[in-house]
């Protein structure tokens, strides 16, 4: 997992688009709110977690470049509609990490607090915790995962993500082996980013 170290703020044109969203439907967020708010304020969201996160899928790390990843709600929306514009709850993700056999809209919170920092989280948050200090690695290039050395919540996330599966480690020993032998360049690395973070 990620560790995301700075958080956003939304403009005050998306906050007063959200605001009027949120009049419309009687002064609360529903579920459909991410859907039906206007693209305007999703892609600002968009490019802010770009520019502030990168470009990796936040929980399994994996390139997200040339793939069509999503904002993953870590609350996930259905349930917790109200964080559905929370900054910091909002994290790109592959999709396989959002996939409902995955992530999907698993219950992501011990304790609710109407106060989304004053949750209490099953899984490591990658901007209120250090995932490395949850999840730790056998090796120096973070491939295979040393289960019995991580926190409790670090288990957690594995299981929840499936990080310690022959498929994820498969994964990322392949990028490693990439980013090694044949890194991006920066200008196509921005053009691609460009062509996937925008909603249309
Ligand atoms: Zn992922």
Redesign the pocket.
């Known amino acids: 997992m990620l560790n995301i170290t700075r958080r956003f703020s939304l403009s005050k044109k998306s906050k007063a688009i959200i605001k009027k969203h949120k009049i419309k439907n009687g002064g609360i967020l529903k579920i459909q709110s991410w859907d039906k708010i206007s693209k305007k304020v999703k892609n600002e969201i968009s490019k802010k977690l770009f520019s502030i996160n990168g470009f990796k899928?936040t929980?399994?790390e994996?390139d997200l470049v040339g793939l069509t990843p999503g904002i993953d709600h870590l609350a996930n929306k259905a349930a917790y509609p109200e964080f559905t514009f929370v900054p910091v709850n909002l994290f790109y993700?592959?999709n396989?990490?959002n996939s409902s056999s995955v992530k999907g809209q698993k219950e992501t919170i011990n304790k609710l607090s109407p106060f989304y920092s004053h949750c209490d989280f099953k899984i490591v948050h990658p901007y209120y915790d250090n995932p490395d200090s949850e999840i730790f690695y056998q090796d120096i290039d973070r491939i295979f995962i040393d289960y019995a050395r991580c926190t409790q919540k670090g288990k957690n996330t594995i299981d929840f993500?499936n990080l310690s599966s022959y498929i994820m480690t498969n994964i990322r020993s392949r990028q490693l082996i990439l980013e090694r032998l044949n890194p991006l360049l920066p200008s196509d690395e921005k053009k691609l980013i460009n062509e996937t973070i925008a909603y249309k």
Do not use: A, T
Request: aromatic share 34%.
């Open positions: 899928c929980y399994c994996r993700s592959c396989y990490c993500f």
